[in-house]
């Protein structure tokens, strides 16, 4: 998308007095109703850009509530703000800020995180009208597709400008200001149709997960697929929370079927361990004479492409994003110390040492955490070798930071509003809407 595209993205955003209400407590006053945001990074700005990432599991999943990969994400984000920051060309007269949410991988929490940014959490305003600047006028991530549609139903009729970095099968038509740093994952059905052809394999197995992303996975394959030759044996939704019952019967499922060939299009890798129980079963029956077919999430975890998984999934094919390179990266996630003054101020870094290294910091200790040893403060986090979301942020916030300069770039009588006004960077007024330029 060209820069006049994003410039369209944050050209301003109109949030009506619909999403506050009134809280009762005051003469004139408008409160948001929502609950406060917890587990929140911020840094004033000029322009305070959103993110929305899924660094916990809510229950019943607590042996897999810490996700590192999206605390990456999270720093990724802080990390392309303070370079733009130094950037004495892009942004030289204006400071970029965030506010980034944990959300829990919960719609609702997603949905209420965004509600907050937008309308500007507790804030007070005097008055009848909520009508204050908001807080955030763009927002980065979900990166689950069923949390960002969440969001974009309810608050894209309203142009709040979106950008995602992880793949969905959304409609933009629907969603005209939802925008993301990859092609749509509607391009990976076709590929894998086409693969399906190449290779002559008329005869296959479909495996998907139970959610948004899985259902229109399939059904966007299946049209692919129609007048190819193509034939699907069977079918199988793998739960959320799927018992060891279920598990087996779609192991079985593909080990008795004809088809030699199983596409499995799986994306919530937050929810990874179904992933590796499903694997699990695969090694336990010994099923070794099937072709793999992997969707672009799976494909490069590194967990189940573990030596014990090999004789069953040795030769599997799939798509993946390009990875790419981010210059300093790995050094600033090497200055990640939970005793540093910056990292005081983020409610996730300490969980992060603790879970990674196994140890406690000593400070507000748990039960669970009294038998750990203590962080000597010498390890350090920065793998940086396979970045593909990681870009995707990158590039989200980058993105952002341009259309901010076309904006600031605007000269008065050629702007897009009444008169040809430009707008005013520092306060832009909830009243104005996303547009094209």
Known sequence: MGLWGWLGLLYCLHV??????????????????????????????????????????????????????????????????????????????LTLGFLASDTCRSEGTTLGAALAMVTGQEASVVGTECGTTPEVPVIIGDARSSASIVVAQTLGPFDLPMVRQGLDYSDNWKYPSFFRTVPSDAFQARGLAKLLRLQSWVWVGLVSEDDDYGKFGVQLLLQELQGSGVCVAYSEVLPKLPSKRKIRHIVDTIRESTARVVVLDYLDLFNGFILQALMEEVVRQNITDKQWIASEAWVTYSTIAAPKNLPSLAGTIGFALKKADIPGLGTFLTRLHPDGDYQKSDPFLRELWEEMFGCSLGVDLSVTLSSRRQCVGESQYADVSQLRASYNVYKAVYAIAYAIQDMVACRPGDGVFNGGQCPDIRKLQPSQVTIPC
């Open 16 to 93: 009506p007095g619909s999403v506050w209400g009134l809280d009762g407590g005051g003469q004139g006053a408008c409160r948001l109703t929502a609950k406060p945001v917890s587990g929140s990074v911020y840094r004033a700005g000029d322009v305070v850009i959103g993110g929305l990432f899924p660094i916990h599991v809510e229950a019943p999943l607590p042996e897999q509530d810490f996700k590192q990969r999206a605390y990456r994400w999270l720093q990724t984000m802080i990390f392309a703000v303070e370079e733009i920051n130094r950037d004495p060309a892009l942004l030289p007269n």
